[in-house]
């Protein structure tokens, strides 16, 4: 016999907003991450996910390589007996040394994860480059190579197949940038209906949203709050602090909220998904319940909108090739693709 109950505080389905992708399928606006940072264990996170589920959360984030599938898989089954499985949203990601595996690699998960389906199965990075968990940041592996488009498209066929196969209802990209989307967009049978990436108020991706959003592709964003306990590896001394910034700090006094809260609000308000974390039922809790009530005001959405200072957390170095220069390789800041 299954103990799963929903809270009897639980966010009332019908006020939280939703998202049409381009392909019809519709998704919650917001989401609940699943990557400890390394910080904490895959009972953790599954305990997490099952109290977010009792608090309203439907949307879930997964991936292979967060490495907590088979303990989350645990938990669909158990909270599947109370919500039905056309109620939930579950995504998850292939991992970069599966690129030309990547129908087993989804089985793996639907195995994993106690699925029949996936409602949204992403390319994690656009990069078939392995490197062994908790390796050195500035080590580069021999065998990491640069973006090959040719190489992608035959990844993203066996994306493309899995939906063929009816294992995934939607499919998508994360850490994409715009040179290597036109790309995809030109050349894809099943075209991406999301693209995962990076996104809070210190790091807004503008040019990237505005692209994607103008090309059918809905953005998902990843580290909302600005990812305060990310791994050490992906620490710099010049990374700024999204939840201490003055125009965050004052929005959250004028609620009398967390700053996270305000980082969330300000991610639904403007239109993409965020994907927070958190394993404490008062954060989880009030991540979903504040996008239902009390909206920025738009001189505070205003605001927001100018603290951008382009400051990317998740670099990415441990995915570079021999021969590249530095991360910002990875993210074609001169409109070409590096390499
Ligand atoms: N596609 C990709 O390549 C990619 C990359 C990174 C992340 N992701 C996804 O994005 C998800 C979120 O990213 P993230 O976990 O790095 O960053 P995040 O959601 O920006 O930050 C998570 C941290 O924020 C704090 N927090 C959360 N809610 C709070 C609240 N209401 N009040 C105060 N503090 C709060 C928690 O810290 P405490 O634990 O200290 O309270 C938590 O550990 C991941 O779990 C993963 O699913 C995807």
Redesign the pocket.
């Known amino acids: 016999m299954s103990s799963f109950k929903l809270s009897e505080n639980a966010v009332d389905q019908s006020v939280i907003p939703t998202k049409t992708l381009a392909n019809g399928v519709v998704m919650p606006a917001i989401g609940m991450?699943?990557?400890g940072?390394d910080r904490f264990t895959a009972d953790d996170i599954a305990n997490a996910v099952l109290g977010g589920a009792a608090a309203g959360f439907r949307f879930f984030?997964c991936a292979a390589v967060y490495e907590n599938e088979p303990q989350i898989g645990n938990i669909f089954k158990e909270m599947m007996t109370v919500i039905p499985r056309d109620e939930l949203f579950i995504d998850s990601?292939v991992w970069n040394d599966q690129h030309k595996n990547v129908v087993a690699a989804c089985k793996q998960t639907l195995h994993d994860l106690q699925l029949d389906y996936l409602d949204l199965y992403l390319t994690?990075w656009p990069f078939p480059n392995y490197h062994a968990p908790g390796c050195d940041v500035d080590s580069r592996s021999p065998d990491a190579v640069p973006y090959r488009h040719e190489q992608f498209m035959e990844t993203w066929a066996q994306m493309e197949e899995l939906v063929d196969m009816g294992l995934v209802r939607s499919i998508g990209t994360?850490?994409m940038t715009i040179p290597k989307m036109e790309l995809l967009l030109r050349d894809a049978r099943i075209k991406p209906v999301v693209n995962?990436m990076e996104c809070?108020p210190h790091f807004q991706q503008q040019e990237l949203y505005s692209f994607l959003t103008k090309n059918g592709v809905q953005p998902i964003g990843?580290?909302?709050?600005?990812?305060?306990?990310?791994p050490d590896r992906d620490m710099t001394e010049n990374d700024t602090v999204d939840i201490e910034d003055p125009v965050i700090v004052a929005a959250a006094k004028r609620l009398g909220v967390?700053p996270?809260?305000v980082c969330i609000k300000w991610a639904v308000q403007r239109g993409h998904v965020p994907?927070?974390?958190?394993?404490?039922e008062n954060?989880?809790t009030?991540?979903l319940r504040c996008i239902t009530e009390n909206p920025l005001t738009t001189a505070e959405m205003e605001a927001i909108s100018k603290i951008d200072k382009n400051c990317r957390l998740?670099k990415g170095q441990v995915f570079l090739w021999e021969s590249a220069n530095d991360w910002e390789d990875l993210w074609d800041l001169d409109g070409k693709i590096a390499g």
Do not use: L
């Open positions: 991450g699943t990557f940072s984030d990601k994690h994360s850490n995962e809070h990843f580290c909302p709050i600005g990812s305060p306990t990310r967390h996270a809260v994907i927070p974390f958190s394993i404490h954060e989880y009030s991540n998740i």
